[in-house]
């Protein structure tokens, strides 16, 4: 059955349903395409018919996007140049898309033709509003939910199915960019103030058949002689200053590492200055260079295919549904509170508990400031927000945990008194419920020890703040069940967060990979190295910050008991470094980070940085030659890669993705990359290997090369080639 369905009402408009099989949104595949093409066909061969109307046949959403496995089946195509394969395959796409478009009017005269309009019951994002933009007029229905937008940026691509030419002939580039640089999704009032699309209806299909049959002028403004852009061109004075302003925004926050951004610039800046035709070849042709770049290729699988699949449950036991109703949560401080507020914002009761109840009611109050700013923002009503605040009971009576099913400690750091809330709470909860600790350091294993159902024992790690970070980390003790594991899932998905399961080991997956970076940044800085190369090296790779900004915003005296309690559990093995003695002493001078106003930065009274500190080379001076920018990248790399292959030999990882995901959503570790494993194979295991032996040369053993990368080195073999989805499945 095909995608894509023609009927013709009794006026003679024809109405274009699309209706992707199995799928309850729908997504664009190379045969959808195709079906649209014959259909069109039909239209336009067909006098009866006197234009049409495209429209979804799923309740409440228009598209989507594209299926990218299109992408990868183009390349195949390709054969020993898939590089031409992509770019013949996107312009067939482009030749559908234009033939909509031109719709049979008469090349030199713009005459005829038949009016194609679209109607979009709701979302509709990249291939979902490409389709629309080459239509003659877009009705949208008044759905609030609905999100409308080109997000492909954030997945390592641009729109390179006409959208990005067409948003920015429409609009004009300075308009545009928000929506193709960014990714900014709106709804569908917005996106009509935006000039994105034409009409918000309460009966769209009536208003765009009404449209079809008004005999409307339908070429569009660029196919027509003289058209100018809105705001101008490249080289008309006020386009000129957008372009480069575009430019300086573009490498302001990419710091030049994000292909697919600066493709997309130059796809914008050449198209702006050709007929609509040539402008579309060369879109296609930029597209083919991003999807060419193995960035893209790592970025689409971590961000968009990987994450989808364990948000979805890959990695879930096979036990029933274990979908959460009530959470009583351990702690009203920062991390609890937030949690408190994610679940309350899903919907699922909560209980906060507290020692004090003013402590209780404080934790309450993270949630109604949030619920306030929603309102205030329009983006909650009054309504939502007291239903929302209704869900929380915050409290000092440990009874109100009672008739609970999840329970989530989030108490004070400490093995003793999570102890002690662990048997206190467990004799007061139902028996089939499962109890979670947010510790970010305590083997969960460990922890389970104070429990009298260690099956039902599971850590949930959030990291913060909880209603920002989108990756929950959960974690598996040598005697959790699977129902527990379920549990924690089927809540990670309730609150819309993509969860990575690890098995127990100190600091877990995130943390193991965080904590050497951190490391290796403030060991860097105590040898001499200027913190602004250390932090500017970083951002030049990806890191959103860099490791010396990264410890003062999590607090250096949490580094410091972190390690003091490192030293403890490892003895004679924990291998002290010079960036211990850097922590030690800071703290000591009272500079904890930016909750104290004081630490590797200077800070006014209300928090903001005021540059490095000066003070700091008083103790550790500057070396009066720096090292090289690669020289520094390779060691903040290095430090968190091996890690994280360390994690995967000791099976604290049992999926490389859940590897890759948990790096990029974790902690913000390269993405572009596609994460620590992604980067490896971009790199090669040799290459890899052979670095780890100069590094370990030059810097020490932390550098080792693990046996398993050496193994890789040896047979050339990639990590997603040996334990991939496809592998496994094999």
């Excluded at 003013?358 to 007291?386: I, N, P, Q, W």
């Excluded at 527990?484 to 309730?494: S, T």
Aim: proline content about 5%; some cysteine.
């Amino acid at each position: 059955m095909s995608d894509f369905n023609l009927s013709v009402d009794a006026d003679g408009v024809g109405i274009i349903t699309w209706d992707t099989q199995g799928k309850s949104m729908n997504v664009m595949t190379e045969q959808g395409f195709n079906d649209l093409n014959a259909i069109i066909d039909t239209v336009l061969g067909d006098d009866a018919i006197k234009g049409a109307v495209i429209t979804s046949g799923k309740e409440g959403s228009f598209a989507g996007g594209m299926d990218l496995n299109v992408l990868a089946e183009m390349g195949a195509r390709g054969g020993d140049n898939p590089a031409q394969g992509m770019f013949d395959g996107t312009m067939s796409m482009h030749a559908v898309l234009r033939k909509i478009e031109r719709a049979g009017m008469e090349p030199k005269t713009n005459k005829g033709g038949k009016p194609i309009a679209c109607v979009l019951p709701g979302t509709a994002l990249g291939i979902g509003l490409e389709l629309p933009l080459s239509t003659h007029r877009i009705f949208a229905a008044d759905n609030p939910k609905a999100k409308i937008g080109l997000p492909e940026i954030m997945v390592g691509i641009f729109p390179g199915g006409g959208g990005t030419t067409r948003m920015v002939r429409k609009m004009g580039a300075m308009a545009a960019f928000p929506f193709l640089l960014q990714g900014k999704m709106v709804d569908p009032k917005k996106a009509k103030a935006a000039g994105i699309i034409d009409e918000v209806s309460e009966d769209p299909m009536a208003d765009a058949k009404a449209w079809v049959l008004s005999s409307p002028k339908i070429v569009k403004p660029w196919d027509e002689k003289g058209y100018k852009m809105p705001g101008g061109d490249p080289y008309h004075p006020a386009g000129f200053m957008t372009f480069v302003g575009a430019s300086a925004m573009v490498n302001a926050n990419t710091w030049g590492v994000y292909p697919a951004a600066k493709a997309l610039l130059s796809a914008v800046y050449e198209g702006a200055q050709v007929p609509f035709d040539a402008a579309i070849r060369i879109e296609a042709r930029w597209f083919t260079n991003v999807l060419m770049n193995p960035s893209s290729s790592a970025m689409i699988r971590s961000l968009f295919i990987n994450k989808e699949a364990l948000e979805k449950g890959a990695n879930r036991p096979d036990v029933p549904d274990q979908r959460v109703k009530k959470v009583g949560v351990l702690g009203a401080g920062m991390m609890g509170a937030g949690i408190a507020l994610v679940s309350a914002k899903a919907g699922i009761d909560v209980v906060l508990i507290d020692t004090t109840q003013e402590a209780a009611d404080r934790g309450k109050a993270y949630s109604e400031a949030f619920a306030a700013k929603g309102v205030s923002r329009k983006k909650l009503t009054e309504e939502a927000k007291d239903a929302m605040l209704a869900k929380i009971n915050a409290t000092t009576d440990l009874n109100a945990l009672s008739d609970v099913d999840l329970i989530i400690e989030a108490v004070f750091e400490d093995t003793a008194v999570k102890a002690e809330m662990t048997k206190k709470v467990e004799a007061i909860i139902p028996e089939d419920a499962i109890f979670a600790s947010n510790t970010s350091t305590l083997p969960i294993t460990g922890l389970a020890e104070a429990s009298v159902r260690k099956e039902q024992f599971i850590g949930i790690h959030f990291f913060s703040p909880v209603e920002k970070m989108a990756l929950v980390e959960i974690i598996k003790g040598n005697e959790t069940g699977p129902r527990a594991v379920a549990k924690a899932l089927d809540y990670v998905r309730q609150i819309k967060k993509t969860p990575i399961v690890v098995n127990d080991e100190r600091f877990f997956y995130a943390n193991r990979c965080i904590i050497p970076y951190i490391n290796e940044g403030v060991m860097m800085a105590g040898e001499g190295v200027a913190p602004q190369l250390l932090d500017h090296a970083a951002q030049l790779l990806g890191f959103p910050v860099g490791p010396i900004q990264l410890v003062d915003e999590t607090s250096l005296d949490l580094g410091a008991k972190i390690a003091k309690a490192t030293m403890a559990a490892m003895g004679n093995a924990y291998p002290k470094s010079i960036a211990d003695d850097v922590t030690f002493w800071m703290v000591d001078e009272g500079r904890f980070g930016r909750k104290a106003k004081a630490g590797f930065f200077d800070y006014d009274e209300k928090g903001k940085r005021l540059g490095y500190w000066k003070g700091f080379q008083d103790k550790f001076p500057l070396l009066e030659e720096q090292p090289d920018v690669t020289e520094v990248q390779h060691r903040l790399i290095f430090s968190q890669v091996l890690e994280a292959v360390r994690a995967l030999e000791a099976d604290v990882l049992e999926d490389i993705r859940e590897g890759d995901v948990g790096a990029i959503l974790g902690w913000g570790f390269m993405p572009w990359s596609g994460g620590p494993f992604s980067w490896l194979d971009i790199v090669g295991a040799p290459w890899a290997a052979a670095k780890c032996d100069e590094l370990t040369e030059k810097f020490g053993d932390r550098f080792a090369c693990p046996p398993l990368l050496r193994e890789m080195a040896a047979k050339n073999q990639t990590f997603y080639g040996r334990f991939g989805a496809a592998s496994k499945a094999a």
